[in-house]
């Protein structure tokens, strides 16, 4: 048997991988395509009920508005708090958020609702980790929790990971995570002068 020559070695290796290039190239697009959709009304009450971090009224809900925009709700949503028994910037026992937002539904093969229109949108990769320092990102382990269960239902979402090794009162530096494709819309197409 004869060796590899080492030029042949770099181009079957090239071919090999101008293959799975074209593979991988190819699935991207798909999910790239455009996905045709219509805004959903939604409500969202949201109770923090949680043993290892506390959030004053105003802080959760900016971090509540925050996350509903990462996961694609249209800007003109509506938030207010709720449960806020100590005041402005104080740690509150059981702060809450009402809103009222729109949310993204893919229309699939269906026509949209009378009165409806669609709206140009794409899947994106979200992660709803907290930036940033991973100790606090381990102590919002309970708040990640109830986003998953209590949030991320009210949107088209899918290849949902999540994975927790949350224990009250305890620390676990990166046991919480939880990321999602979301339908997020196009930004309005420029108009022609």
Not at 31 to 44: F, M, N, R
Not at 52 to 62: E, F, I, M, R
Not at 111 to 128: E, F, I, N
Request: proline share 9%; charged share 20%.
């Amino acid at each position: 048997m004869k060796p590899v020559q080492s030029g042949s070695r770099r181009a079957v290796l090239a071919a090999c991988l101008a293959v799975a290039a074209a593979g991988l190239g190819s699935a991207a697009r798909a999910d790239d395509a455009a996905v045709q959709a219509v805004w959903a009304p939604k409500q969202l009450r949201f109770t923090y009920l949680g043993f290892t971090s506390k959030y004053s009224c105003d802080g959760l809900g900016d971090r509540v508005r925050r996350t509903l925009l990462t996961l694609g709700a249209r800007a003109d949503l509506k938030t207010t708090p709720t449960g806020c028994t100590e005041g402005f910037g104080r740690v509150s026992p059981f702060p809450g958020v009402a809103a009222t937002l729109n949310v993204l539904q893919p229309l699939g093969d269906k026509p949209p609702p009378a009165g409806t229109q669609t709206v140009s949108a794409h899947w994106k990769r979200v992660d709803l980790a907290p930036p940033g320092d991973p100790v606090r990102a381990a102590g919002d382990c309970e708040l990640t929790e109830q986003i998953k269960e209590s949030i991320l239902p009210l949107f088209t979402a899918r290849n949902v990971e999540y994975s927790s090794t949350c224990l009250p009162n305890q620390l676990q530096v990166g046991g919480t995570r939880l990321k999602a494709d979301v339908l997020i819309a196009d930004p309005p197409a420029p108009k022609a002068p």
